[in-house]
């Protein structure tokens, strides 16, 4: 269909009107993209190509209602359909998909003060040759010598006010979105780690627009320089509409750590008395609690609590405050959360969290395990002492919660710490479904509950909230074990981990159900094994994909997200339903791998004052 220049509507009238229905969950994709997704990230071969789709991905959205944030689900419908009606293959897929995410953001980005966005630039643009900069932990150093268009690229922002990174990691760039520093992103890319970065632009809904390579070879790439010019200088007033956002409640999930946390939890003991024994474990335990992590439990506490109020926050630029009672007792669902991190490693005799050294590893099992007790302590500490700051009845109720939650962790982790130690290894996928639902989801509940219950009486969102995260659960934790198999550089971890500390996974008990005996007895024979080799660890993969173990433990993921988003439909209101749908797409992603992270310690390098106190995300 060949674009005409009169009023663009006209090209696509119920395009138009499909857009705009941005109220209805976006369902299954009508067409299944091919198997693997390089499949569908084929750049457009010419300029001209390239920009029709560019025109075309405007005319699509316009007048699409921008007040809701955008999923991946909607984002890969709206390409394939705009696909279909220019002609064209689902090879570009990708490439559209980038084009009708740039047209969403875009009025919203150009409203962002250039002093508050971060551009992205990518290494591989670099002279491969000739390049001199070199390499430290906020990414490639540029020097700006003009061997290539970074220096470029890199002199234009910085003069506007960017601040500038030339490295694809996005914890770094998480860390600086949740501080607050930045509230959009202009990203230059390939189509691989755009795919990649595009589930976290997602996740905290910050305006970004993403120029792709036009190439993924890694080295001496090539960009639409004018592309990239036009919009690191775009500009503009505020757009009426502004998308709601839960950027400001993980900011706030995010600052009870940063700033709040000696307020919120005030020391027993001076900071200052290191070296007096009595404080040592306090000590361990702030700095434990300050470490790392992604603080999403204390996000869904404040995000709950918000929403039963209409979710005021997600419609805030600045940051929102909230009663100390729910800020407490968002605090004390981390600190538990934190408590139950300590025990585990322990427990999984894991050597690394957040790229570090456990806990264990550092003071020795038994300083580990009394820190984790103590930070127990704290949790149950924070929660009571909102007793004389809010509702009483309403305290009570989130404390039998929370101990709720904590006995049904304990008990999931029990069956499965018995299980390795049991001389008989027979597992099936029910056995591993109750584990998990024990494991995991008991911890979404008592995160949610808490929220809804310091909002009000709660009553009727008991039953719904605990199916709910019952299925998140169970899900979240079946995508962990096939992440498992992706292996995790940050914590050394090699694939098929799960396979050597012997866990029982669901995984394990499909393949266990699924295998011919003589790999069964293998495989069982492997768990019993401490030296396990890469090789042998290979040909279990194999052994799992012929007997379909990776394939149904997805239909699986697939069948729980689609009994938490049936009990989503029917919660009561829009705002709270909404939250629920943000979980479901946020919670179960599979993460892929990131190879070039930079260390999750530092923040970027500073071309402007920037305080470096910023909080860890990850
Ligand atoms: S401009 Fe920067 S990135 Fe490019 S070659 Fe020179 S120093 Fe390297």
Redo the contacts with the bound molecule.
Sequence with gaps: MEMTDNSPRDNFPEVADRASDATTRPTALPIKPPSSSAGWKIIPETLELRERIKRAAVDYLAGVDRSKALTRAQLQQWAQDLLIRLGLGEQYLGFAAVCLSNEFWREQLMAIDFTKRLLLLP?C???AE????DYDEFG?D??????????DF?TRAEDLGYKVL?AEGTPIVLKIILSGQVDGIVGVACLNVLEKALDKVLQVQVPALAVPLLSSNCKNTSVDVHWVQEVIALRAVPPAVQTRSYLPLLRAANDLFAGELETLAPRLRSPSANHDPLALTETIAYDWLRQGGKRFRPFITLAAYDALQGAPATCRKEPVSFPVPVKRIALAIEVFHKASLVHDDIEDNDAYRYGQETLHRQYGIATAINVGDYLIGLGYRLAARCRNEMDGAACSDILHKLAEAHMKLSEGQGAELAWRDAADKTLTPLDALKIYALKTAPAFEAALYAGLRLAGPGHQYEKPVAEFCRHLGVAFQILNDLQDWDGDDDNKLLAGQDILSGRPTLLLALALEGLPAPQRQMVLHLLEQTDVGVERLETVRRWFESAGVFARAEQLVEKHRARAEAVADEIQPDSLRELLYYLVDNVLVRRRRQPEDASPEAPFRPTVSIPLSLAVVH
């Design positions: 290494h643009l670099k002279h000739g390049c001199p900069a490639l540029c020097r700006k010598c003009g061997a290539c268009t970074i220096a890199k030339v």
